[in-house]
């Protein structure tokens, strides 16, 4: 031990103070040693009091975190929800809508001769014996537009297609057409009246063919063999009836002078008879008699005769009115207007036709297009549109709508009224003679029904010939409703599975109630909305669009 060590009287080991030992009795030795006991006392409370507040804020940490299962349920049960509202509005709807079209002439008319029938010269198949034309050319009113089996298919003026063959004697609106189309050419029909195939269009209609180079078809087939063998049938039933009448006539002249000679004789004294004798007629009363008998006789003779007579040539002009010159209705297509373009050609000289032989197309190309429901009632006829063809180096053109049809599913014919009705197909298409032709008339092309309203845009100016059949980009900028209507957001209307349209109002004092609506326009993710009743909806109402979370 040092000296410092031994005059404090203690010794400190160095791995603990518990060690120290007194060295030294002294009375600083003492009071040294009373207060390391004191020492030691607090540090002993102090480590008591360190455990005491652990426990304590370990016990208040497991207060904490330990819950009962209510509380845990309390807790994780969804917050209570809300109702998303919004207000009825009435505005102009507005938006601009683009869509696809088809751009393709204002009228078509597909032409189908029957195969395997029987052509005006009796040939059994039909083959295409000539070509006036090619593709693109333009048709004029008389023109041939191709030879099938040596006959021509002629186009001529006129809005009714060719239904029936056109003979001699008959009457009706297509007979009056044909004249018309004639005169047109210059070839008058007179003195028939209008409507009635008589003479006069018989010579018309023969002008015609001779004009064209082809021999005028007739009622008796090949160089008309069966009309001229009735016809002198005809003929000679009049001459034998004459030569009746001739007969009959010439008895009667005897007749009626032997008559004359009785009369005479019966105005000459008669000789009394002899005595005895038993009384009777004179002799010249007998005569008499008998010559008026036979006057009768041969006056009825000759009248017969002569009735057979008449009967016999009404039949013969009868024959001869109905006989003679005709248009069959496989040789003829009546065009609503000229000029007209030959569109397609579906064959090559020599072959045999078989479906469509050609096509033509008339008017002005316009675009044909569909709206989705919704679209239909902010596009009304009179809209500008604006058109692309994407096809051709971006090309573009402006157009109006002219046209809106009801709805259809893509499947159903039909075409457009201007007033938006349905009036199903222009024109018309049926079996003529022979000759399949389809027509959709003048503004409204024959093109593949798209789902939706169908639509129709006529260009400003004529689009360039180039545009025909191409796919084009519709684009209506203007695209509105005709004035303010009741307008709320989309996702306030639902639709039932019965397919009517509702929204939910909410009152004031919190009660909801559940209208139906017809939903019209849309734009920007407003819906027109009319109520389906009086007074069940308002401007300004609150109608329900959702639930919130809080």
Same mark, same amino acid.
């Given at each position: ?21 007194? @060295? ?64 009825? =509005?009435?505005? @102009? ?29 009796? &040939? ?82 023969? &002008? ?14 090949? +160089? ?106 496989? *040789? ?57 063809? *994407? ?30 009705? +349905?009036?199903?197909? +222009?024109?018309?298409?049926?079996? +003529? ?98 109520? =389906? ?18």
């Amino acid at each position: 031990m040092d000296s410092a060590n031994t005059e404090q009287g203690f010794v400190v080991d160095a791995r603990t103070e518990s060690s120290a030992v007194p @060295v030294s009795h002294d009375s600083s030795a003492i009071a040294f040693t009373g207060l390391s006991k004191t020492v030691r006392r607090q540090r002993g409370f102090l480590v008591t009091a360190c455990i005491a507040a652990t426990a304590a804020v370990g016990g208040l940490a497991a207060s904490t975190l330990i819950k009962s299962p209510a509380q845990l349920a309390a807790e994780t049960k969804p917050p209570k929800p809300s109702v998303l509202t919004a207000t009825v =509005v009435k505005m @102009v709807l507005a938006s601009t809508i683009t869509t696809r079209g088809t751009v393709a002439a204002g009228g078509s008319i597909a032409i189908a001769p029957a195969g395997g029938g029987s052509s005006a010269d009796g &040939a059994l198949s039909l083959v295409v014996s000539k070509l006036y034309g090619k593709v693109g050319d333009q048709i004029r009113a008389g023109q041939v537009l191709v030879e099938v089996s040596g006959r021509p298919i002629i186009a001529l003026s006129g809005a009714v297609p060719a239904y029936r063959d056109l003979k001699p004697g008959m009457d009706g609106p297509d007979i009056a057409q044909l004249q018309a189309a004639l005169k047109q050419l210059g070839h008058d029909c007179a003195p028939d009246g209008a409507g009635h195939f008589g003479p006069g269009t018989k010579g018309a209609l023969t &002008a015609l063919y001779t004009h064209l180079g082809y021999p005028v078809p007739t009622t008796g087939g090949a +160089n008309g063999s069966d009309d001229k063998a009735a016809l002198q049938g005809a003929a000679d039933a009049v001459t034998a009836q004459q030569r009746a009448v001739d007969t009959a006539h010439s008895m009667l002249q005897k007749a009626n002078q032997a008559l004359a000679a009785a009369k005479n004789g019966s105005s000459q004294p008669s000789t009394p008879p002899e005595i005895g004798a038993s009384p009777s007629l004179p002799a010249a009363q007998t005569a008499l008699q008998a010559a008026r008998d036979a006057q009768r006789a041969a006056q009825t003779t000759y009248n017969n005769a002569l009735e057979d007579l008449e009967k016999a040539g009404q039949k013969q002009r009868d024959l001869i009115a109905a006989t003679g010159p005709m248009l069959p209705a496989s *040789e003829v297509v009546f065009v609503p207007s000229f000029p007209i373009r030959l569109a397609k050609l579906n064959a090559t000289l020599g072959s045999t036709v078989a479906g469509t032989l050609l096509t033509l197309e008339s008017g002005q190309l316009v675009v044909t297009s569909a709206l989705q429901p919704g679209q239909d009632t902010l596009v009304k006829p009179g809209t500008k549109v604006h058109l692309t063809a *994407e096809a051709l180096g971006g090309q573009t053109a402006t157009g109006t709508v002219t046209l809106i049809g009801q709805y259809n599913d893509g499947s159903t014919p039909g075409g457009q009224s201007a007033d938006g009705q +349905n009036s199903g197909t +222009n024109g018309a298409s049926g079996t +003529n003679g022979g000759q399949t032709t389809g027509t959709s008339g003048s503004g409204n092309p024959q093109t593949p029904r798209l789902p939706g309203y169908p639509m129709t845009v006529t260009p400003d100016s004529p689009l360039p010939a180039a545009w025909a059949g191409q796919d084009v980009r519709v684009t209506i900028v203007n695209a509105a409703t005709s004035g303010a209507v009741l307008a709320v957001p989309l996702s306030a209307v639902s639709t039932g599975a019965d397919g009517q349209s509702t929204l939910t109002v909410l009152a004031a004092d919190g009660t909801q109630r559940r209208i139906p609506v017809t939903a019209g326009a849309s734009a920007d993710g407003d819906v027109e909305v009319t109520p =389906v009743g009086a007074d069940l909806l308002h401007q300004g109402d609150a109608v329900v669009i959702g639930q919130a979370q809080r």
